[in-house]
């Protein structure tokens, strides 16, 4: 029997996963470690080193997905995965229905709805330091910021910004970018922004009560990323004020057409 002790990264992951590959390992044979403490019986280094072998680019693209779910039993499911890839079922990942694989399809799906969450409930908050400086606090479910810190690097590749998270935070710099340990909310709901005076302004401004639809707003916009968002404070009074402003909207136009 191999004990695995906590894997740190995909990258750590697939080293070892090579390995057992190499000496075709049952999944049977290894227990995981799914607790995220150090182990003492971990002996998975007494393995032959691993040489090259040959893995599809879909299930390296579907692997390096799921390796940022929060699930640690995911380097588990992982190698089933891999070792039936390997050794029972070539085409494995075609059969959707497969337990083993509907589990990483949905883990998948997960990464994916984070990911573009993220994206879209980012706020920052300007610095005003030696040069201007913008900080972000967000909570995701899973460990994606390095999957989409890419996009706000492309996106404000002129700005100096920060974005912290629960677990880790990274810098941007216009030339670099520096990653770091886990981030501390208070840093961020201590600052005061300027521009949220403005944000709000816009943010009711754009409010069509006649398209209000609160269920599929709050499947949008889920009510836990409502607390850093600086545009939540004025949902609850546009939902109640609604109706009446939808009514006085109507009103008015009948008086244009008249």
Known sequence: MY???????????QKL??????????????????????????????????????????????AKTVACHQDNEKWELLYRVLYRIQFEKKHLLHMHHDPDVKKLLLMSK???????????????????????????????????????????????ASMHWVILTPYKSVAWNTKTLTWGGPGNSSIYTQ????????????????????RLKVKMM????????????????????LIRNAQHESFKMLEQSKKTKT
Request: proline share 5%; with cysteine.
């Open 191 to 210: 600052l005061t922004d300027q521009t949220e005076e403005l944000w709000d302004i816009f943010y009711c401004s754009i409010f069509n009560p006649n």
């Open 17 to 62: 996963a090579r390995s057992f590959i190499f000496n075709q390992i049952s999944p049977r044979d290894i227990l995981w470690n799914h607790n995220g403490q150090q182990s003492l019986w971990a002996n998975s280094n007494l393995l032959e080193p691993a040489q090259k072998i040959s893995v599809s680019r879909q299930f390296i693209h579907l």
């Open 110 to 156: 997960a990464i994916a709805r984070d990911c573009h969450k993220m994206k879209a409930f980012v706020r920052f908050k300007e610095v005003k330091k030696k040069s201007d400086c913008f900080i972000s606090w967000y909570e995701p479910d899973h460990c994606i910021l390095d999957r989409v810190t890419p996009f706000f690097k492309n996106r404000f």
């Open 218 to 237: 709050k499947s949008e916009m889920p009510v836990r990323f409502w607390k850093n968002l600086p545009e939540s404070k004025n949902i609850q009074s």
């Open 3 to 13: 004990y695995v002790d906590t894997i740190e990264s995909f990258e750590h992951w």
